[in-house]
């Protein structure tokens, strides 16, 4: 059965110096939490700290991007074995701000996680809708093209370890959250998608996030819709008693 991750996305936020008060606070406060899996997903140069910080708790490192090359001539990239090497377990592939402001696209998110599952790590894939495409109505289409092509030539054993994150764009550091409806509805197509793609049993072992404003208050809601498998977590994930309750949510679900 899959698991329940909740995974904060530190963004370029946190200096290395404030990064092992950060990862300890979290893995401290949620240490007694066994239905939920934890990650901190940092800025690269602040993993080693964090890997290190977390070594020994239940807390997984992750990064927030990764080349899709193993090694080569590309000047201020990072690649997923280097990842791994450095202890992460996660990377974020295709974030929308990756995808607005680093010209990443369908295509090279796909090549993205193909390299991080060949390297071992858990692509946590991030897909969502801008408002106009809400408002065209054309959600559900979209993210269906976004997941098969995010997923396109890989085989099921390894696809059934990826991590998928519903993050609509108008609702990522708006402080604008989709409601539990709207993140269950998109959530539940992403799982009939995987379905489609790979049957019923893959579609099962697939974490589905929501990400987008999850907070303390709206975090349980979200969390009791039956897709949604845990959260993305942005802005929230810097303050640690707001994050430790986003994991409780989780816990109890
Ligand atoms: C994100 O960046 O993945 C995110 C969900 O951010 P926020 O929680 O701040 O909306």
Known sequence: MRKKIIAGNWKMNVKPSETA???????????????????CCTPAIDIPVAVAAAEGTHVGIGAENA?????????????????????????????????????????????????????GLIPIICVGESLEQRELGVTMDLIAYQVKCALANLPAEKARHVVIAYEPLWAIGTGKTATAEQAGEVCQEIRTVIRKLYGAHVARSVTIQYGGSMNAKNAAELLAQPDVDGGLIGGASLKPADFVQIISAANQE
């Not at 300890?24 to 934890?38: H, L």
């Not at 074995?81 to 295709?94: N, P, Q, R």
Request: no cysteine; charged share 20%.
């Open 21 to 39: 008060a950060l990862v300890k606070a979290v893995a401290e406060a949620t240490k007694a939490y066994t239905n939920v899996e934890v990650a």
């Open 67 to 119: 080349h899709w090359e193993a090694s080569g001539a590309y000047t201020g990239e990072i690649s997923t074995g280097m990842l791994l090497d450095a202890g992460a377990k996660y990377v974020i592939i295709g974030h929308s701000e990756r995808r607005q402001y680093y010209n990443e696209t369908d295509f090279t998110v796909n090549k993205k996680v193909h390299a991080a599952v060949n390297a």
